[in-house]
């Protein structure tokens, strides 16, 4: 099997899908049968000292292949698809460097989307304007600025939930700014080409089945000391105001730590997150035509094989 020559399109593999699909230990077998190092696709497994919320490979997974994109930037440290696109770029060109391939895992479509073709060209943010709009959701409720954006970007809102701020928060700085929908920017960007060649792999299973798997993993991580985890970044002094804990599994977790959840009910509301941004995650994928979708628990040769064509129509 060959890297390719060093002037062609240098290749990328890409392995996505939903939360609990499976990538990590696939990525991690994979990684037994071909000459490939794995770029993490998580916009929250780049936080250091959050382990089980993140669900981030374990000891053993991190040592049996070299990764990359995990554990670069604090809790409090501000991290942005510009700066996965950079970093990661970075670590594809020293993976090339070594004649090795770079596996890129993960669930983030944006930052998967940011790696391969580059960031869309919006204009910069407007700290004025964002705190205006902050404050419009605070006083008038949950779901204000996601209602705002339905009548303004549908198809950008239909991706986001209604904690989702960040982003419907950038959707509509990008409307007000500029008077284009981002969703149609992000349209016109996908069409662009890559500078690598690509095969992009997606993991998907039996809905119900991928439920159940989620909602198992919750327990597994309060098994394995979620809740000592969120309290240690506390004692740390790490506000719980601040963006990487306002995530699903730690904004819960800090409620029940203050007494304002019972645990059952933190749970619950994991479980519940979770499944709904799974489910936002396969929209995301789903608009993505080249992906070959997979099981990934039946179908490894398959896998194998699609890899090696790949490789050899190069």
Known sequence: MSCGDKHKRPPVLVL?????????????????HLPVEIV????????????????????????????????????????????????GRDALFDIRKRERVPLVVGGTGLYIQALLYGLVDVPAGDADLRSLLLREEQEKGEGALLRRLQSVDPILAARLAPGDLVRIVRGLEVYELSGRRLSDVQAEHAGQGSPYRVITLGLNMDREALYRRIDARV????????????????RKGYSPSCKALQTIGYREIIQFIHGNLSLEEAVRLIQRDTRRYAKRQLTWFNKVKSIIWLDSFGEFAKILKLIDSFFNAA
């Open 219 to 234: 327990w597994q991580m309060l098994e394995a000391g979620l809740v000592q985890e969120v309290e240690s970044l506390l």
């Open 40 to 87: 993490s696709a998580d916009s929250r497994q780049v936080y250091r000292q959050m382990d089980i919320g993140t669900a981030k490979p374990s000891p053993e997974e991190l040592s049996a292949v070299p990764h990359h994109l995990i554990d670069v930037v604090d809790p409090a440290e501000n991290f942005t698809a510009g700066d996965f696109c950079r970093l």
């Open 16 to 32: 996505c899908g939903p939360t609990a699909s499976g990538k990590t230990g696939l990525a991690v077998r994979l990684a037994k």
